[in-house]
Nanobody, 119 residues
Framework: QVQLVESGGGLVQPGGSLRLSCAAS????????MGWFRQAPGKEREFVAS????????RYADSVKGRFAISRDYAKNTVYLEMNNLNAEDTAVYYC????????????WGQGTQVTVSS
């Protein structure tokens, strides 16, 4: 059974930092691209960042470039999203997903973790 389990969300002040984790299990993800998405209240889910599990190639949404960093740990089968200089517009539920061979729809999703940026 494939599982993606996010953690690390919470309440942070503007300008603060958080690190999200996505623990993947249930199959090999060597051919997958792992992505982070987010959904704010009343808005559609939007792409944040992705990383190819094998090559390490990364992509970022323009809104987070220079502030967020995605990485993966082979030994722990975990993907991370380091978020810095957070602002209110980053408030959302953050989801981890897995996309086979980096094309088409994402095949697997986690349950999400809430990030709230507020003073």
């Amino acid at each position: 059974q494939v599982q993606l389990v996010e953690s690390g969300g919470g309440l942070v002040q503007p300008g603060g930092s958080l690190r999200l984790s996505c623990a993947a299990s249930g199959r090999s993800f060597s051919t997958y691209t792992m992505g982070w998405f987010r959904q704010a209240p009343g808005k559609e889910r939007e792409f944040v960042a992705s990383i190819n599990w094998t090559s390490g190639r990364t992509r970022y949404a323009d809104s987070v470039k220079g502030r967020f960093a995605i990485s993966r740990d082979y030994a722990k089968n975990t993907v991370y999203l380091e978020m810095n200089n957070l602002n209110a517009e980053d408030t959302a539920v953050y989801y981890c997903g897995a996309q086979n061979r980096g094309v088409g729809p994402y095949d697997y999703w986690g349950q999400g973790t809430q990030v709230t940026v507020s003073s």
